[in-house]
């Protein structure tokens, strides 16, 4: 009986822990409002239980959108059989950007969650990095081998502007439509690496 017992309770913690994930995933993929309070609503859970099984917000919508985004040379596919890193990295910003835009409840709790708590950063997804890597690939045994610190800066600026932090910028305080806040993040991604591969042009 005993041993019922506990089979029972691990089974139902598992179904609580179910219906939490995929209750985040609901609202994350209705564009909704991500907080803690409305997913343990949508699970027909307390807030106290919700957070007995995930200890802050981005740990659950870390995990909620696990396999949410291709792996980056699925995502690039694409534009796989082109060596042009500026194409590539045109291509990667795109596809972030529209990402981020069809997920943006969830990125904007994931970015305030970890403003406001740095230590728990390594929850959000870095998907720009693997995009950045791949796009870069091409150029990474000529420029990377070149001039490593000009590669190093060309990826830092890129991070800078392949982003829900840009592309919330971009909405947020300059107004943009959505298709015209991802055009103009395209373009500055473009121009960054124009400069950096093709100096001469």
Same mark, same amino acid.
């Given at each position: 009986?005993?041993?019922?017992?506990?089979?029972?309770?691990?089974?139902?913690?598992?179904?609580?822990?179910?219906?939490?994930?995929?209750?985040?995933?609901?609202?994350?993929? $209705?564009?909704?409002? *991500?907080?803690?309070?409305?997913?343990?609503?949508? $699970?027909?859970? !307390?807030? $106290?239980?919700?957070?007995?099984?995930?200890?802050?917000?981005?740990?659950?919508?870390?995990?909620?959108?696990?396999?949410?985004? !291709?792996?980056?040379?699925?995502?690039?596919?694409? *534009?796989?059989?082109?060596?042009?890193? *500026?194409?590539?990295?045109?291509? /990667? +910003?795109?596809?972030?950007?529209? #990402?981020?835009?069809?997920?943006?409840? !969830?990125?904007?709790?994931?970015?305030?969650?970890?403003?406001?708590?740095?230590?728990? *950063?390594?929850?959000?997804?870095?998907?720009?990095?693997?995009?950045?890597?791949?796009?870069?690939?091409?150029?990474?045994?000529?420029? #990377?081998?070149?001039?490593?610190?000009?590669? /190093?800066?060309?990826?830092? #600026?890129?991070?800078?502007?392949?982003?829900?932090?840009?592309?919330?910028?971009?909405?947020?305080? +300059? #107004?943009?439509?959505?298709?015209?806040?991802?055009?103009?993040?395209?373009?500055?991604?473009?121009?960054?690496?124009?400069? /950096?591969?093709?100096?001469? $042009?």
């Amino acid at each position: 009986m005993a041993t019922q017992a506990g089979a029972g309770r691990t089974n139902q913690k598992l179904r609580t822990r179910t219906a939490i994930l995929a209750a985040a995933r609901e609202l994350i993929e $209705a564009g909704s409002e *991500v907080t803690m309070p409305a997913i343990a609503r949508a $699970a027909l859970v !307390s807030e $106290a239980t919700a957070y007995r099984y995930f200890p802050d917000l981005p740990s659950l919508i870390s995990e909620a959108l696990a396999g949410a985004w !291709s792996p980056p040379a699925e995502a690039l596919a694409p *534009v796989a059989g082109s060596a042009d890193p *500026v194409e590539r990295i045109a291509f /990667a +910003c795109d596809y972030l950007l529209r #990402g981020i835009l069809a997920r943006q409840g !969830s990125v904007r709790a994931m970015i305030a969650a970890t403003i406001t708590r740095p230590e728990t *950063v390594a929850a959000r997804p870095g998907i720009r990095f693997g995009l950045i890597d791949e796009a870069l690939r091409p150029v990474e045994d000529t420029l #990377g081998a070149a001039d490593p610190d000009a590669f /190093a800066q060309l990826k830092r #600026g890129l991070a800078v502007v392949v982003s829900a932090e840009a592309l919330f910028v971009l909405t947020d305080l +300059c #107004g943009l439509e959505a298709d015209e806040a991802v055009a103009s993040a395209v373009r500055t991604a473009v121009a960054l690496t124009r400069a /950096a591969t093709h100096p001469a $042009a």
